[in-house]
């Protein structure tokens, strides 16, 4: 199994190598790498999160929208490289509840499912999820800061993907958010401390705003 994970890395690293807006190879070998970490911490299953962290973003809406609905780059994968169906099924569902979909955002069913969400989520506080934040703002035509417009928050999973603010306003939409949205306990101690790192980036940024 462990071969077949690693084979679905470079898989996943592959399909992303040419994105720019923050789900390129380094996030999908950082979440896969926490989501081991905190598999071991939780007593999940490590190669259900090792493998479905591996492929969560092989049909990411952003990336690849035309498979999106039905996972089938991630099933493609794992049928060729003799995934067993229930292992398959497993991995699909668990990628199917990661996402952040703003009011419709869901619990995982599964302590593997939560291990994988949770390493996803952690890519998206701190300073690696400000940098995150900022390059996918960039790559849809978003702008840094927008006085006076407001952010869209307690919105649903249509008006959430619909959003065009300013990158600023995500973080209320979305990133300062995950902290309370943590399902397990290691994931919960280490999301507090980079969600402190937001909230002084934040206050930052507007002192230095306001003084121009």
Known sequence: MQAVVYKALEYAKALCEKDSGGHDSGHIERVF???????????ADCDICALAAALHDADDRKLSPETSKNKDNAR??????GIPDEIAERVVKIIDEVSFKGTDSVVPSTLEGKVVQDADRLDAVGAVGIAR???????????????????????????????????????????????????????????????????????EFFR?????
């Open 76 to 81: 493609r994968f794992m049928r060729k490289n």
């Open 33 to 43: 790498n926490t989501a081991v970490r905190l598999a071991h911490e939780e007593n």
């Open 133 to 203: 934040c900022f390059a996918y703002g960039g790559s849809v035509g978003r702008k840094i800061y927008e006085p006076g417009e407001k952010p869209d928050t307690g919105v649903g999973e249509e008006a959430y993907y619909a959003g065009k603010n300013c990158s600023i306003n995500h973080f209320y939409e979305k990133l300062l958010l995950l902290k309370d949205m943590m399902n397990t306990d290691s994931a919960k101690s280490e999301a507090a401390r980079r969600h402190a790192f937001l909230e002084d980036f934040l206050a």
């Open 208 to 212: 230095e705003i306001n003084r121009i």
